[in-house]
């Protein structure tokens, strides 16, 4: 069974920053690419970033490209997201997802980010 | 990178069809066939329904159904159940491994 679990999260003030964690279990996590994908409070999903299962190629989106940075340890079953120079509207839900069939076909329970001074 | 377009709310009565509309551009939905749809019960993680446009992942009821044509997909839930109430979210590759999710549509079963 896929298992995928967010660490992480918390309150930091804004321009701080945190690194969250996901620790993938019950597939070969390095045949994957992998995702982070983002829920305001009450609002839409945000697919946020993807890092190729190489883990030398990563992509962002316009809102967080430049601040945030994508990464993964195969030998660790690990995906990673380094988040600075956090903003009030970071705050969110934060999910780690499998990228299959350009789809997102598992995804973790979610860990919740707050920027807020 | 801008959201899809979907509506705010669709609702039905217990063995019901419904249709949810996911607008895009030429440059999402228009241009490729990596449509996919997800569900989110409050408090949940989302949960994978449709890719690809029409296909279903193992375990999906042969109820939810997809299409698209030109920048519209659509998700159809025929005989809707209680359990169907949740939020629906479409979501579109975009080209050079970016995606781009709609705006999520509350299912309400009367």
């Known amino acids: 069974e896929v298992q995928l679990v967010e660490s992480g999260g918390g309150l930091v003030q804004p321009g701080e920053s945190l690194r969250l964690s996901c620790a993938a279990s019950g597939f070969t996590f390095s045949s994957y690419p992998m995702n982070w994908v983002r829920q305001a409070p009450g609002k839409g999903l945000e697919w946020i970033s993807n890092i190729r299962n190489d883990k030398d190629n990563t992509y962002y989106s316009d809102s967080v490209k430049g601040r945030f940075t994508i990464s993964r340890d195969n030998a660790k079953n690990s995906l990673y997201l380094q988040m600075n120079s956090l903003r009030d509207e970071d705050t969110a839900i934060y999910y780690c997802?499998?990228?299959?069939?350009?789809?997102?076909?598992?995804w973790g329970q979610g860990i919740l980010v707050t920027v807020s001074s | 990178q801008s959201a899809l377009t979907q509506p705010a709310s669709v609702s039905g009565s217990p063995g019901q069809s419904i249709t949810i509309s996911c607008t895009g551009t030429?440059?999402?939905?228009?241009?490729?066939?990596?449509v996919s749809w997800y569900r989110q019960h409050p408090g949940k993680a989302p949960k994978l329904m449709l890719y690809?446009?029409?296909e279903r992942p193992s375990g999906v009821p042969h109820r939810f159904s997809g299409s698209k044509s030109g920048d519209t997909a659509s998700l159809t839930i025929s005989g809707l159940q209680a359990d169907d109430e949740a939020d629906y979210y479409c979501c579109s590759y975009a080209g050079k491994f970016t995606w781009v999710f709609g705006g999520g549509t509350k299912l309400t079963v009367l």
């Open positions: 030429s440059s999402d939905v228009g241009n490729y066939n990596f």
């Open positions: 997802a499998t990228d299959s069939a350009w789809s997102f076909d598992s």
């Open positions: 690809d446009v029409t």
